[in-house]
């Protein structure tokens, strides 16, 4: 492994080398194998458009938009647009985010801080919310209300104006969810926030630059956008399925009163007054000029042809899902998602747009086919060998283990092939069977909590489980392992094993209980 920080320079043409080899242990962000994580297009030179754009304004910083009106304009730009696709109007504001989570975190502040004389302000989501309210309500310390979905895997109108109280700030929803790829009754929950007097957001961060462009298709998709009366605020990623490059998102506000909360601002030290609308002060006009020019060369036309592809790639993917035994489709492909489960057992098998909540395979992966049931995490491990790079999801409360397939456009051209291998591996993975855990493992596992998970722990396991070499191919034993943790335990597990791994190089590690001291 290289030294970031060698003795002497080396030259520019060795540092790309070493970056190359670097990359060619990563999955492939191109190609339409990789079903999270990435969105591409497959659109040829947009690469290197963006990355031109990139270097124009790498160095412009966003701190002071009058030291660089350039960025200002570019960042004006981009709300326009977000803004005029999702039924913005002529006092719509917004502002230019790193992502998602920065996005949703900002949205709760300003509801926060909207309201500050709150001893305790509080959020209300759908379960199927985005993990990133959970980190907002956290690091905001905003109490966080959550409310099962229906058996639709929608937000329940009923059960979400049940949980609003004086204190609730904010009530959020999805347009769509991410693991599911459903969108959430957005009328009926904005009307029933607006009755309330209280704001509510869209987060349709995940899916919202698409389904404008699938609508115009002749998709049936509820309202969801600033149009619908009651919606305040709404926030949408553009290095989604606008195929922009990382880190830019658009979090946009009905009019500047509700945005102004949003701002901090602080004079109370000798230097400059600082004043930020978003988390960061420092923000590179890289990714957003960037920005920029993708959405300039694919243009409005160029997006709806984008959605095509990816709709129809999603057709294929649901229907191979459907006609082969061993998995069905466990929500509706209606978006830009394909989601899967195992067969539950015949007799009582539920619609895919209606999973049951006391469906058997909602505590076993593997259950519904008896001896030769599919295991999805093996599954998962037989799809990665043949080149097709999914998305486990655990078990939740009386929802089964699935497999979540985020579709882009470049998976148009890769759809077919990945119909043909979907059959040959669900039946390797019946042939396999499902997975079984040591006895000895499921019994620590019961008896562990998480404040029990140590470094050493995190460390043993994590050997005995085959991730000692970083070799992260042959998941099913782990997966299977983090599906009967609970949530808290899970957390703990993960948690550890992430700080196992993010270790600096050159340095030596304090050694576990009677090794040696390790340097890397």
């Known amino acids: 492994m290289f030294e970031a920080l060698p003795d002497k320079g080396v030259p520019g043409e060795q540092v790309l080398d070493e970056l190359r080899e670097l990359r060619r242990a990563d999955l492939p962000t191109h190609g339409g194998r990789l079903f999270a994580y990435v969105y591409d297009p497959a659109l040829e030179g947009l690469d290197d458009l963006a990355r031109a754009a990139h270097a124009v304004s790498a160095h412009v910083n966003g701190l002071d938009p009058t030291a660089f009106p350039s960025l200002l304009a570019m960042e004006n730009a981009l709300v326009g647009a977000a803004a005029k696709l999702l039924g913005g109007g002529p006092e719509t504001v917004g502002s230019v985010t790193s992502g998602g989570t920065e996005s949703l975190i900002l949205a709760v502040k300003a509801a926060r801080d909207s309201r500050p ?25 905003v109490a966080l209300d959550v409310v099962p979905v229906g ?8 059960a979400t104006a049940a949980a609003i109280t004086p204190e609730t700030v904010l009530v959020a929803a999805s347009a769509p969810s991410y693991a599911h790829g459903v969108v959430d009754p957005i009328p009926e929950l904005a009307a029933i926030a607006a009755e309330r007097g209280v704001r509510f957001h869209v987060d349709a961060c995940f899916g919202g630059w698409v389904l404008p462009y699938l609508r115009r298709l002749g998709a049936v998709l509820p309202d969801f ?20 490059p990382k880190g830019v998102s658009v979090l946009l506000h009905r009019d500047e009163t509700l945005r102004l909360p949003q701002y901090f601002a602080y004079a109370g030290w000798p230097g400059y007054t600082m004043i930020n609308p978003v988390i960061s002060s420092t923000r590179s006009g890289g990714p957003i000029a960037a920005a920029v020019a993708t959405l300039r060369s694919i243009g409005d036309a160029g997006y709806v042809e984008l959605a095509e592809r990816t709709r129809d790639a999603v057709a294929v993917l649901a229907a191979a899902v459907t006609a082969t035994e061993g998995v069905r489709l466990f929500a509706p492909p209606e978006t830009t ?9 015949a007799a009582d098998a539920p619609a895919a747009d209606a999973p049951a909540a006391d469906d058997p395979a909602a505590d076993d992966p593997a259950a519904g086919a008896g001896e030769q049931a599919v295991d999805l995490f093996v599954l998962a491990d037989e799809l990665a060998a ?30 077919d092939e990945f119909a043909g291998d979907l059959a040959e591996a669900v039946a390797t993975a019946r042939a396999h069977g499902p997975v079984r855990l040591p006895e000895e493992l499921v019994a620590a596992a019961g008896a562990l909590t998480p404040e029990m998970v ?9 050997e005995g489980l085959g991730l000692g070499g970083g070799d992260f191919t042959k998941m099913a034993m782990v997966n299977s392992l983090l599906n009967i943790a609970p949530a808290g335990l899970r957390e703990a597990l993960l948690t550890g094993f992430l700080s196992l791994l993010q270790r600096p190089v050159g340095v ?10 390790v340097t890397e």
């Not at 709150?118 to 379960?127: E, Y």
């Open 117 to 141: 004389h709150l001893t305790t302000p509080r959020l209300v989501i759908p379960s199927t919310g985005h993990a990133a309210f959970a980190k907002a309500a956290h690091y905001l310390r």
């Open 151 to 158: 058996a639709d895997l929608r937000a329940d109108p009923a």
């Open 225 to 244: 956008d600033l149009s619908v009366p009651g919606v305040t605020s709404l926030s949408v990623d553009l290095h989604k399925y606008a195929y922009t």
């Open 337 to 345: 998602v394909v989601c899967l489960a195992a067969d539950a057992p």
């Open 386 to 415: 043949r080149g097709w790079h999914t998305q486990p999801q655990m078990a939740f409360e009386g929802m089964p283990a699935s497999i979540h397939l985020t579709v882009t456009a470049a998976v148009g051209a890769t759809a």
């Open 454 to 462: 140590t470094p050493e722990l995190v460390a043993g396991l994590a």
């Open 508 to 517: 030596a590690h304090a050694p576990a209980p009677g090794a040696a001291p």
